[in-house]
């Protein structure tokens, strides 16, 4: 039995699916059991359970062979300390993954989780490795992901509107962009290999690619200009702020471009075929992006 944390999440969802269209058992994990409904119905075992929940995730984790265990890595807007909320859900996957006696686990982190501090949520989730690292006679799989090219979707406003994309990043910075559903393969997959001891393995996606690159390839699948344009990090702090994110929260994502841009925040391995990722950007744009503009 695999069980599958944040199962209702993209990338618990791509794990789980992979997993059952091999033929595999699984038990699928989430706070709201609505939103499991279509993992049930290929026969996945739904069972609810809060993350942050010691208790109801032991039990999550019981008779279980492998676990894929994700703290929720989506911001919570408005919280006032979303680095103390990163903390009670890791204290409560460790606290369940010591009880549960499962022995094989792979866990979703993130690139620059070898840095403590000076990126962010990413910082929790360097804390998030380094509290479950420490359960005994545990064969873990860390996935350091790149950064999604979902975060793109963020931008189908502006592009639909003005033909441009307005963001903190340098224009020229190489960004190892991954889809989540690559992550979510790449887990499965993690979890039905064999694995001894404590594991790092970056995923890089298919290939870096700048924001200036980014808006030429949407230009290029929707036959029209779009422009790139660079704020300035203090701008996108304090246009958070006026969307109603919290002073916390904003203040952490201020933290990921000054990270980025400076190389704070990079890969740390080579690329290899184990790194790379299937997915191009322009599948992505294609399959993903351009149906979300037009359906909008």
Known sequence: MHVITGASGRT??????????HGH??????????NLAHLADRGAQIHQADQSDPTAMTTALREA????????????????????????????????????????????SSWGAQHPSGTGPVAGLHRFEKRLSTVPGVDITWLRAGYYMENLLDHLDSVRTHRRI????????????????????????????????????????ERDVTMNEVAQAI??????????????????????????????????MAEVP???????????????????TPTSLETFIETEFVPALNAS
């Open 12 to 21: 618990g969802r791509a794990a789980a699916s992979h997993l059952l269209e």
């Open 25 to 34: 058992d699984v038990r699928a994990v989430g706070r709201d059991p609505r």
């Open 65 to 108: 062979d492998t676990a894929y265990l994700v703290i929720q890595p989506n911001y919570i807007p408005d919280h006032p300390d979303f680095a103390a909320f990163q903390d009670q859900a890791a204290a409560a996957l460790t606290d369940a993954l010591t009880q549960s006696g499962v022995r094989r686990v792979v866990a979703l």
């Open 166 to 205: 307005i963001a903190p990043f340098d224009p020229d910075v190489p960004l190892p962009l991954i889809t989540t559903t690559d992550v979510g393969t790449a887990a499965a997959e993690e979890l039905t290999r064999p694995q001894t001891g404590t594991r790092i393995r970056e995923l890089q996606g």
């Open 219 to 252: 230009a290029t699948a929707i036959d029209a200009p779009v422009t790139y344009e660079r704020c300035t990090v203090e701008t996108f702090h304090e246009q958070l702020r006026e969307a109603g994110v919290s002073d916390n929260v904003a203040a952490m």
């Open 258 to 276: 000054h990270a980025m841009n400076t190389g704070h925040l990079r890969m740390t391995q080579p690329r290899t075929p184990e790194t790379t």
